[in-house]
């Protein structure tokens, strides 16, 4: 009988890792300045192959592999999903869209400044309200007992 033709896991998960390394070099290689071309098709196609972030799961998807290989817990190519993960998330992207992206970062932490300040006033404000409705409630107190101490003295007189 003839041997079968079939192969190993080892060559399959080595077949793997070079599929997805080839999808990541290509979309790492995807540049913004192509967009110097003159033909408006050409172009176009480019942009939008330039808005194709790259992450685990493009990367994946690129090589026509399962992304559980690269994100999974058990992934046998840890140092290739490591070296995607730190890609920073705006390459490829349009530096117009970049632009946007960090006025919005820049205005959502001067959000976040804002929020913090209120809950901090906010706080305050609670554990005044906190103090005097104690200082209420001691008054109370204090005042009923002194009605007893009259009621008291009112009956035995």
Known sequence: MPVSAKPTRKQKREQEGRLLEAAFQRLLSQ????NM????ELREML????RVPVTQITVA?????SRKLLTGDDSPF????????????THAVLPSTTA???K???ELDEARGIIRVIRSKMAEAILKTDRAEA???QEKAQVERLRRQLAGRGRTA
Not at 37 to 40: I, W
Not at 47 to 50: A, F, Q, R
Not at 61 to 65: K, P, Y
Request: net charge negative; no cysteine; charged share 35%.
């Open 31 to 34: 540049s913004p300045a192509d």
């Open 100 to 102: 946007k992206m960090d």
């Open 37 to 40: 071309l003159q033909d408006d």
């Open 104 to 106: 919005l970062q820049q």
């Open 135 to 137: 200082a209420v409630r």
């Open 47 to 50: 942009e939008e192959n330039l």
């Open 61 to 65: 998807q690129e090589a026509g592999l």
């Open 78 to 89: 840890k140092e290739l999903a490591a070296r995607i993960k730190g890609v920073k998330s």
